[in-house]
């Protein structure tokens, strides 16, 4: 047997051996139909909410909010992260705040943030963002400060100074955790944005996912689901290729 | 030092509420808040759905550790295993846990299977990714100079892989405990009727704005509490590791 | 050996989930278990729980939930007994698919006046009448509830409908602030949020109650059909207690809403405060349980309209409701 059939084989038999076997238990009665909808009738679901705009509708909806939350997060993040890096006086009067912020989920914000700023878009992208706002800053800082000391000698010793300083050495020498902080603060979004919409939108993906269940059309729900799924998988491998094009020198170690 | 600039932003909060900068009904003064908490935890029952919410989360990271740890090992180790499990581990790690929710609810009602197993999920994935980078990257000089003194299976394995890939295994514990926290109290605030993330919806639902921050300011202690003892706890353990990372 | 245990232990996970979701329907409790939320709108089943079952020596154990769609999926899977919820899409496409719900009784009525709520600054000004609130945002606390439906019959009266307003979906507390600081422009509210915004100065109700006004019913009572096939004489006990528990809140000609001792078992299920629960319009309830089937209609169509069933063809009352349970009650009972 050729070894690429052994070698994918498996990894192809098996999601299909399981989504067969779901097909059979809920046609049969196994799984209650009106419960657990056999995955064809969840495809059919899903080409009716393509072809209707729905699926777009509420996909757009969504990407738009993530852009924006990731767009505040980034450049916010990056520029508090370079600068927590860079001096040490700012980095230790953040770090408490920091430490005490990071670890609470974001969604817990929304109340916070609906008391400040009317409930709407804003709300929605401003709860969004905070966590992966932390995590690019905490990524960014870190990836500053594990900078080689040397190489930053050297470089100084060279006559590079302030901006170029910044340009020639930092600023690459920080970039892959830079990257990571990124990659990991879009990821964090999404998770957020499910999780606000959920909660407080009207629209969107997160939004449509729990309306679903909540007037029980469980077709649409794991059609939702499903969207949601491969949204996630194309922004988390998406980054990372784009990774690997940009930053070649970087071998991605210890993260998927 | 360290608590400086939170202290000096809690004085400012408590100026700004007092004088009505800032709506105390929405932005209730520190000091009321605390007043507060400590009420609720001595006479009130704060502390009850505290302990609900750690026994879930510590639930939720049993759950995904006790069977992520092994499977990260075993996929580090038997190539077959890595490839069966490999696609659904790819395609469900990057969904939002919380995502599954509905479905989980509708599979195991709603409860605590349904909530913990949200948290258990979203360490869990972590976990065993991180376990197999951990025997991926490992040097393996290393698995070369056990062989040659004649260290095989077993161990093999616990002599020389189990060891290297402690690292990569302790910090994966250590997000996924964070992770599992963050999915645990998300699913409490949108779906539960306890613990602190229920608490912190429900008083903003009666617009008790004291009881609100007080439940979060618990949330966030307990975020604090988990991270920094368990980097405390990673670097006594494995102290041959310079530094257990920021996060 | 390592990787057979891993594969032991999914496929023993895997059986597990399977038996627990096929198992639901199957397991006869000796008890009843009711799932609510918890709100005044469901004082019935408080009382029919504490005063008549737990003293009959049916062990009645109220469990609380988020929501309505929770609750119908755990009486449809057997988890639970009985339930109550707002007439919704839930419930309509549970009927539909044919899971084992029965709708056994209205749980309670309303006026659509008590809910209505106009920003105070903005009603006499800007707002004079209902149409005017064409375009402008309107607060709902979720959608495919009946708080939709009634959001509409309240703008058909003046000529506009739910389509013509801008819905924003926020959770009840917010819609305070909403008023307050003209995010919203009106809002359902449920009780206590309106006698809250109204004592802030913050919103009125504009709707005065017309004379002899046909309270509406909002929320219904529905169990699993298939424990009630199971347990006919403690499904009839059940019922029994119902009418009862609704007879003494519609006592007095609604009275029973404000009676101390009823308030009392409302106040330990909802966690509100005795005075506000005093203080708030009453709701109200048929002592005969008995509903006008038109509004089921009603709501069935703007639910359609939106989107919200799977379903084409319109259920009628006596596919949605299965009646025959109070009918046998109200026989034993006498009607009043």
């Known amino acids: ?256 | 030092m360290a608590v400086a600039t939170p202290l000096a932003l809690l004085a400012l909060w408590e100026v700004a509420a007092r004088l009505a900068l800032l709506s105390p009904q929405y932005f209730p003064p520190p000091t009321a808040i605390a007043a507060g908490l400590a009420e609720s935890l001595v006479a009130g029952d704060l502390g009850e759905h505290l302990a609900i919410t750690v026994a879930r989360l510590a639930m939720a990271f049993v759950v995904a550790a006790v069977p992520g740890v092994p499977l990260g090992l075993v996929m580090g180790l038997a190539r077959p295993v890595r490839q069966a499990v490999d696609p659904y581990i790819a395609f469900l790690f990057p969904v939002p846990k919380i995502a599954m929710l509905p479905f989980l609810l509708i599979l195991l009602g709603v409860g605590e299977p349904a909530f913990v197993l949200t948290g258990a999920l979203s360490a869990f994935f972590q976990i065993v990714i991180s376990t197999l980078a951990g025997v991926q990257t490992m040097d393996p000089r290393l698995l070369e100079v056990g062989e040659n003194y004649g260290a095989r299976g077993a161990r093999l394995f616990r002599a020389i892989i189990l060891p290297a890939a402690l690292p990569a295994i302790f910090t994966g514990l250590r997000l996924g405990l964070g992770l599992a926290l963050v999915a645990v109290v998300a699913v409490e605030f949108i779906a539960a009727k306890s613990g602190l993330g229920h608490l912190v919806y429900r008083h903003w639902q009666m617009l008790g704005t004291v009881d609100m921050y007080g439940a979060f300011a618990l949330v966030g202690a307990l975020g604090l509490a988990l991270t920094r003892g368990l980097r405390a706890l990673q670097s006594r353990m494995l102290t041959w590791q310079e530094d257990p990372g920021r996060l | ?336």
């Open chain 1, 1 to 256: 047997m050729p070894r690429w059939l052994t070698d994918h084989g498996i990894a192809v038999v098996s999601p299909v051996l399981l989504v067969a076997g779901w097909e059979w238990a809920s046609a049969t009665g196994v799984l209650r139909e009106a419960l657990f909808p056999r995955p064809t009738t969840v495809a059919r679901h899903l080409g009716q909410l393509v072809t209707d705009g729905t699926l777009e509708r509420h996909t757009a909806t969504t990407l738009v909010r993530i852009a924006w939350a990731f767009a505040v997060s980034a450049v916010l993040g990056v520029a508090t992260g370079l600068a927590m890096g860079s001096w040490r006086r700012l980095r230790e009067a953040l770090d408490p705040v920091f430490a005490v912020v990071y670890p609470i989920p974001s969604v817990l914000f929304l109340p916070l943030v609906s008391f400040l700023v009317p409930a709407g878009e804003v709300a929605v992208v401003i709860t969004t963002a905070v966590t992966s706002f932390f995590l690019v800053a905490l990524t960014t800082m870190h990836g500053v400060r594990q900078i080689d000391p040397l190489v930053v000698e050297a470089a100084t010793h060279y006559g590079a100074r302030g901006w170029r300083l910044f340009t020639a050495v930092l600023l690459p020498g920080a970039l892959p955790s830079v990257f990571t902080g990124l990659r990991l603060g879009l990821g964090y979004a999404l998770i957020v944005v499910i999780a606000v919409e959920i909660v407080a939108a009207g629209r969107g993906l997160g939004a449509f996912l729990w309306l679903s269940w909540q007037v029980l059309k469980v077709e649409d729900m794991y059609a939702a689901f499903l969207v949601v799924a491969v949204l996630g998988a194309a922004l988390s491998y998406g980054l990372a290729a784009l990774r690997a094009r940009l930053l070649p020198w970087v071998q991605d170690v210890a993260e998927r």
């Open chain 3, 1 to 336: 050996m390592r990787v057979l245990r891993i594969v032991v232990l999914v496929t023993l996970v895997a059986v597990a989930a399977v038996a627990v979701v096929t198992g639901g329907a199957r397991a006869q409790a000796p008890s009843v278990k009711i799932g609510y939320i918890p709100s005044d709108s469901f004082a019935v089943l408080y009382i029919m729980a504490d005063r008549y079952l737990t003293p009959a020596g049916i062990s009645a154990q109220l469990v609380r939930l988020p929501g309505g769609a929770e609750i119908t999926t755990q009486v449809a899977t057997g988890q639970l007994q009985v339930g109550g919820a707002g007439m919704g899409a839930a419930g309509f496409n549970a009927v539909a698919a044919k899971l084992p719900i029965e709708f056994i009784a209205p749980l309670h009525f309303g006026y659509l006046e008590d809910y209505f709520t106009v920003r105070k600054a903005a009603w006499g000004s800007q707002l004079k009448r209902i149409a005017d609130l064409k375009g402008r945002p309107v607060a709902l606390n979720t959608r495919g509830a009946a708080v939709e439906w009634m959001l509409d019959q309240v703008l058909r009266r003046d000529g506009i409908t739910i389509k013509d307003v801008q819905v924003k979906i926020m959770p009840f507390p917010d819609m305070v602030p909403a008023l307050e600081s003209g995010a919203v422009d009106a809002a359902i509210l449920t009780e206590p949020f309106p006698t809250l915004a109204e004592d802030k100065g913050v919103a009125v109700r504009p709707l005065p109650r017309p004379a002899g006004a046909k309270a509406i019913p909002i929320t219904a009572a529905f169990w699993n059909a298939e424990w009630a096939k199971a347990n006919p004489a403690l499904a009839h006990k059940v019922m029994v207690a119902y009418l009862k528990a609704a007879r003494d809140l519609a006592a007095d000609g609604g009275k029973g809403w404000h009676d101390e001792k009823n308030v009392a078992i409302i106040v330990k299920h909802t966690n509100a405060k005795r005075e506000v629960i005093l203080k708030a319009r009453p709701h109200v309830i048929d002592p005969n349980l008995e509903l006008d089937a038109s509004t089921l209609d009603s709501m069935q169509r703007l639910n359609a309209e939106l989107g919200y069933l799977k379903y084409k063809e319109l259920l009628t009352a006596d596919r949605f409701f299965t009646l025959s349970h109070r009918d046998r009650a109200l026989a034993e009972l006498g009607r009043r």
